[in-house]
């Protein structure tokens, strides 16, 4: 039972920390991105409102794919191979 | 000198890495399964290439029950697998029916005169100098000796941990562009004014006076920035 336990907490330590290490990554891209596309011109209003905006988009869209992505891939990821190693 | 040592340790960490993972990874051997068993085995310095113990046990050595599959090869040659549960951590296989496979060991023997091939996958080295086993995880019935399989397992997880370092690669380089550049290029210009105001400093003391001058004016309050 205390094997389940370990490997529960720290896989979900772990994730968090990829979690937040790929959200600062994305959200630094983006930034980049939306700072280009101001730049290229075209573009009315201030710098900061466009980007400020765009950021606002940006985070309900990525926290969905993120949360699917780091947390429900590697359970999905793990109950597969227990399937396959114990149940052939 | 320094190159020798930066190669040398380049392929060191290439060994390392290239060796957990041909440990870690399984494989897959066609053999003739002769014998399952079970026997008491002491596990002592290559504690490392074992299963972790179930119960916490005194440090030094320990006697174990542990099962083992004797096999024997198209070839001739014999390879002797344990046959232990993984823990739940590492390595990731969660294996937990090493009962249920020594049955199936059971089996699956056959005699030289009427063979039955199985494909037995397994992970870990056979090292008989250090006494180590690979652990034997599944074992499937194949037509002969001459089967072949494609090891989509390796594949995926070796295309996986590629991803994953350059991905590693790539948030390393945005976060210097990002952060650590912008933060470098203030710090520059911040030397070249520093230096900038000694400069002109310096060109105001010149002559006897104007270093007395200078000395008394240390004793007002700094300039402001």
Redesign the interface.
Known sequence: MG??I??VV?GFLALSVVYL?VT??AR??RR?NLEKEFDAGGIEGSRDAFIAEGMARYRHSLRKKLLLGVYLVPMAV?AI??Y????? | MLTYLKWGFRIFLILLVGGFLHYTLPQHDIVRITNAYNRLTTVGANWLFYASPDTGTAEGTETRDIRFIDAVFADGSVIVYRNEDT???WP??????SS?LQAEAQNSKSSAAAPEWVSVTHYGWRFPFMSIYPNA??I?PVSGPDDTSVPWINIIVLTTLAFLALMIR??WL??RE?AIDPVLADAGEAWDSVDAKADAARAKARGVFGRIGAWFNTWRSPPRR
């Open positions: 094997g389940i370990r490997l720290f290490i600062v990554y630094s891209v980049e793990v191979t227990i396959l190693v114990n149940y052939q | 823990g739940w951590v990731p296989y969660f294996k937990y029916d249920n995880v599944n499937t790539r948030m945005q976060f990002r």
